[in-house]
């Protein structure tokens, strides 16, 4: 909102409710963020108490034992995994962001008028480039997510795959605080 009303020129008693308002969202959406991770938490610790249940039932004997190194190296795994998936996924948001860049910047040179506002731009353009780039960028993190898990479990056994979401559980709890932390020191900049 303030944004848009410094755009407009609607002079500064308007631009001091939105900033206001931009306050109030601020707030509201970071409670909403900590509930949100808390939350998740929450709900992976329960998918991996189920997890072991499951396993407990069909494996006599089994345990998550910090001392066993099966369990140990898929702790390690774990922890290691959500830092590569949040780089990967933060990559390729900045490189749909170049490409968008690109375009405008094409568009500004291509189009007459354009930089006057006598011209209307390429918008759907605009929305194809980050509707690939989102679609075609996504899919090494989503398939990451998705196969390493399966990977662990085949390849190295149930032991390093509860492990690997116990590890995984702790740091991305942690990570997701720090990000929320960090985004929001960036938006209010």
Known sequence: AGGISEMAELGPETR???DGLDEVGNTTAAIGKGFAIGAAGLAALAIIAAFIQVISSQVEGFSLDIGNPKVLMGMFLGGIFPFIVSAMTMRAVGDAAFDMIKEIR???KEIPGLMEG????????????????ALRRMMGPGALAVLAPVVVGFGLG?????????????T???LAITMQAGG???DNA
């Open 16 to 18: 001091a409710i939105t």
């Open 106 to 108: 094409r568009q500004f």
């Open 172 to 174: 991305c709890v942690l």
């Open 158 to 170: 149930a032991d390093s795959l509860g492990g690997m979401l116990g590890g995984a559980l702790i």
């Open 118 to 133: 006598k011209a209307k731009p390429d918008s759907k353009k605009c929305v194809d480039i980050a509707t690939k780039a």
């Open 184 to 186: 929001g020191a960036w």
